[in-house]
């Protein structure tokens, strides 16, 4: 007892227990920005496999994505299922450009420039529903995060400038 209030008053107390510190989900934004572009290819050609009749196709697209994009995912091609929707040809990716990313790369961001000048979109009826006014080629910046599994996942994506396409 002595000793140990001794201990204390010499600061011989032993100190709160560490915390680990976490362990980056990549060992360089540069092999993180990789990641996320395998995973953004992955998901273009999923998508590309799409036939809204047959909701099975859906799924390897659902676990590619996450939070409001994998939401937005769901509800969408569910829409489209039920209204006999029908794409034809397939979106293409022409750059991929990581933008950044944080400290631990658990959350990437990326512009993509996607040339969707061959996918055709019709109702039941065979009537396009694609505006006339879609770009061929469009800009995306791209969320990716990682999981506990320190897997990357598209989280969100936005229209941008379609400029940063450009060239």
């Known amino acids: 007892m002595i000793a140990t209030a001794l201990g204390q008053l010499l600061g011989c107390a032993p100190g709160p227990t560490p915390v680990p510190t976490p362990t980056p989900a990549f060992a360089s934004e540069a092999e993180a920005f ?9 998901y273009n050609d999923a998508l590309n496999e799409i036939d809204p009749s047959d909701p099975q196709t859906f799924e390897p ?12 995912d769901r509800e969408n091609f569910s829409v489209m299922h039920a209204e006999g929707h029908v794409i034809r040809g397939d979106a293409r990716v022409v750059s991929f450009n990581g933008e950044s990313s944080s400290p631990l790369f658990e959350r990437v961001v990326a512009v993509v420039c996607l040339d969707v000048s ?13 505006t006339p ?35």
């Open 34 to 42: 990789a990641a996320a572009e395998e995973v953004y290819r992955a």
């Open 61 to 72: 697209l659902y676990v590619l994505a996450s939070g409001e994009l994998e939401a937005a």
């Open 118 to 130: 061959a996918v055709q979109v019709t109702d039941a009826g065979g009537r396009s529903l694609v």
């Open 133 to 167: 006014e879609r770009p061929n080629v469009y800009a995306l910046s791209v969320e990716f995060v990682a999981g506990d599994d320190r897997i990357l996942t598209m989280d969100s994506s936005r229209r941008v400038g379609d400029d940063k396409c450009a060239g």
